[in-house]
């Protein structure tokens, strides 16, 4: 599979060849994406209505309304489940239960929210759904191995070049430059 995706990923260098190429090589990705060790499940998600596709129904719940009190009951009945019924196909889908998913979601979200926006910690927490910036803290720290300010300091240290001016070339003086001088 690595394989196929690679060669993928190489035609972008190609684009002319993208027209031939691509759909066989997107054929034998899908062969062995049914044909792993997950296929069985892939496969499921075709099915009008199983289990994995009714799960992937109250995912969507989740997912368009992550900041909002999640109800298990309202979840089970988007999947056409009884509560325990739900419980047990939802952890066997995602390998997490619905207050977990959710959880990530939100930690996920509020992370983005810090480091794409600027948003301050206790803002994202709010925004995300949390009542307390602590159990934010908590539960970040928890899933991102780090306190939110520590985890956004480092990850913004990541995303600066290691070397100021690193990779570009002086610009060449000209005489205007050499004439302010």
Request: glycine share 6%; proline share 7%.
């Amino acid at each position: 599979m690595v394989d196929s995706t690679l060669r993928l990923l190489r035609l972008l260098d190609r684009p002319a060849s993208m027209p031939i190429l691509q759909p066989q090589l997107l054929r034998e990705l899908h062969y062995w994406l049914l044909a792993g060790r997950h296929g069985g499940a892939i496969r499921s998600l075709g099915v009008t209505n199983s289990h994995a596709r009714r799960v992937a129904r109250a995912v969507a719940v989740i997912r368009d309304g992550f900041a909002r009190p999640l109800r298990v009951e309202h979840l089970a009945e988007v999947a056409g489940m009884s509560p325990s019924t739900f419980h047990e196909h939802f952890k066997s889908v995602t390998s997490l239960t619905p207050l977990q998913y959710q959880k990530q979601l939100r930690l996920i979200e509020a992370r983005r929210m810090m480091l794409a926006d600027g948003e301050p910690i206790g803002s994202a927490a709010y925004a995300v759904g949390y009542e307390s910036v602590t159990q934010f803290t908590r539960d970040y720290g928890r899933m991102f191995r780090l306190p939110p300010a520590r985890d956004l300091k480092a990850a913004r240290a990541r995303m600066q070049p290691e070397h100021s001016g690193y990779g570009c070339l002086p610009l060449p003086k000209t005489d205007a430059v050499a004439a302010d001088r």
